[in-house]
């Protein structure tokens, strides 16, 4: 029973607990965590056999790894080399609230992976660099679409730290840049969609009254 919109048979520390593992950082987080559990499983339970269930490009039975992909990978320094990305990037979109994030992730993981099944090379593309990479195009797309503050601070600290992903759209043996590429198409198309038109200034407002004669009536007496 609710008194006061409170429930009494839960703690104030579990509800803390609650609101923080269901906010945005505590989902990347959550994120992160998964991926290390399967890859620990796939390798020591499973003989690496989850790896086969990755987007084989125009495949109908690789169409399902599209959603699987982001959680699979080939080894321990592949999965740790997407780990500190997936909490700085992810955690830089989050900071514009958690519907943001969720929107993101989900246009990087269903929009990138489907152009990945449809256009890449073949073979078995699987990582989250994908949603990294998504995560790097919403936020350029933002700070370029806006040009606010609260979007150029975010995407200027991305560049900082992770320029080098650059290099990762580069075409190259044994990497999928092609899931690098369209999640960070993906990620400009979510950052366009999302987009918060920039605020007119007063000089936006203003009428340049040179472009009228002299004698032009205004309808309110001015000429």
């Known amino acids: 029973m609710l ?25 990347i987080v959550a994120y992160v965590v998964v991926i290390w559990l399967i890859e620990i499983v796939d390798t020591f339970v499973l003989g690496s056999r989850l ?66 099944w449809l256009l890449a090379g073949s073979g078995n593309h699987i990582g989250a660099s994908g949603v990294v990479f998504g995560y790097f195009g919403a936020l350029l797309g933002a700070a370029f679409f806006e040009r606010r503050p609260a979007a150029i601070a975010p995407a200027l600290v991305a560049v900082l730290l992770y320029y080098g992903l650059i290099a990762g759209l580069v075409p190259q043996d044994g990497i999928s ?11 400009l ?21 040179s472009a009228f004669p002299p004698d032009f009536d205004f309808g309110d007496g001015t000429t």
């Open 189 to 209: 198309l979510v950052s366009r969609l999302l987009a918060d038109p920039p605020k007119p200034t007063p000089a936006d407002h203003e009428v340049d009254l």
């Open 177 to 187: 840049w092609e899931g690098h590429l369209f999640g960070v198409l993906a990620g």
């Open 3 to 27: 008194e006061g919109g409170v429930d009494p048979g839960r703690s104030p520390a579990r509800s803390r607990l609650g609101r923080v593992l269901t906010s945005a950082i505590g989902l």
């Open 51 to 116: 790896q086969r269930n990755g987007i084989q490009p125009r495949d109908t039975d690789g169409l399902d790894g599209i959603l699987w992909a982001p959680f699979l990978h080939s080894d321990w320094g592949h999965v740790f080399s997407n780990s500190a990305p997936l909490l700085a990037l992810g955690g830089l979109v989050a900071i514009r609230g958690r519907g943001r994030w969720l929107t993101v992730t989900a246009v990087a993981i269903v929009v990138g992976g489907f152009l990945t």
